[in-house]
């Protein structure tokens, strides 16, 4: 271990003390620093330090305020607010500290507050409950992370109105509409600050690293992700770094030589009424999927006609329904069913085409159960995130035998209805799967068996 010299080690401990004071912002945080403004905004590309900004201007503001001061910080969830509250915690004087403040690296600021000299605080809370999360305060000061919603918004600034306090928000207009913020700006009544990404505003990336961020991103939101516009473009596909190179022709000759796990993905096509079924070998290790082979019904179908044709599928290349590791399908019932979901449904049915006696599929002996995939507000666009990411990094790759999901690759713009909205079923059931293993943040996944 590296002997740091005397005054190295003075240094160390005047930074752990006032990390303000070996702050350097970029020239977009400090332009937004010097506004003097009651209301402003910060508005960026991902990686531009807009979170820091939030914190050195909160901290600021508590010293120039004084004992008592009352800020909120104003998260969306509660595992964004632990991002937040450890950059808080890493910049914060100790100076302003009260003796009862206690941090945690896993848990965040005890209480969710930070307790300051002088009875002040600052508290993190998060827009999950409405609005009314938002009440019940008289603040001084209060910071957004992340575009807020409208409720939210106008609550966080009644909380300030009786003191004359500020109000700041740093966001990348992804996520929410955000007109409501934008007429507030063309009306004076926020001022506005654009932090893009570059070198410049980025000064720990190097070009080459913002180039693989601009290839990896959505093209759809460019231009809010990297210059943190107001609003995306309406690309010619979604799936912006696709091309043809992550294709291939031969499983054996393109599949690593090592160890890898065997998924399948389903969609229950509800405007054909039929079933999209895909086939795929991954290394969760190194978030890694190759796409194998693909099944579509002609149609509306029944669960042991898709059961016996996903089993084809499979034995094409050499696998039975042991070999699966884990399997994936959407929530609804396409049809197929008013009573049980159709994971359920073809879980049994997969297993009487197998071979498991009835008795046995009766008290859930199944060899092969298909989980409901994971959904929620977001989740499409997430998902498509991840798999332009893998497909940038070269971490996805694609069958030739899949032409519904290259289809999809190549010509969904992310519409969710119209005739366009037809080539997302095989893209559906691709995410279904792949997300989970492809998502490089992935935490506390269950591991799968390897062969």
Known sequence: MREYAPHERRLIRRALRDPLAFHRPTPAQQAWHDSDA??????GGNQVGKTTALAVETFRAAEDHGPGFQGRIVCYSYPQSLV???KFHDLCPRRL???????????????????????GAIDFVTTEGGSLAMASATLDYIGFDEPPDPGSWSEGVARVTATGGRVVATLTPVGRPMGYLRAQV????????????????????TQAQI???????????RPQRIEGAWEGVTPERLLSAYSDDALFD????????????????????????????????????????W???EYESAGKTTVDQDAIAILAMLDRHGLSLAAVDVAFGDHNSAGKSQLTTVNRLMSEALARASGVPEHAIAAGRLPLR?????????????????????????????????????????HWRGEKTGRNAEVKDALDAARYLAVPILDTRTVGVSSVRLR
Request: aromatic share 6%; proline share 3%.
């Open 97 to 119: 500290l009260d003796a009862e403040a206690h941090f945690h690296p896993s848990r965040g600021w005890r209480h969710r507050r930070i307790p300051l000299k002088g009875g």
């Open 186 to 205: 063309d009306e004076g009544v926020v001022e506005d600050f654009a932090a893009p990404l570059s070198t410049e505003n980025c000064p720990w990336l």
């Open 291 to 293: 796409f194998l082979d």
């Open 370 to 410: 298909i989980e409901a995939a994971r959904k929620g507000g977001g989740s499409v666009m997430f998902g498509a995130r991840v798999l332009n990411l893998a497909l940038a990094s070269e971490r996805l790759r694609i069958s030739r035998r899949c032409a519904r999901l290259i289809d999809g690759c190549r």
């Open 38 to 43: 009651r209301i402003k905004l910060l508005r």
């Open 211 to 221: 180039d693989e961020v601009v290839a990896a991103t959505l093209e759809a939101e």
């Open 84 to 86: 937040v509250q450890r």
């Open 250 to 289: 031969d499983d054996a000759a393109t599949l690593p030589k090592r160890e890898l796990s065997i998924g399948l993905g389903f969609d229950w096509a509800e405007r054909s009424m039929g079933t999209v079924g895909l086939l795929a070998a991954f290394d969760r290790s190194t978030h890694e999927v």
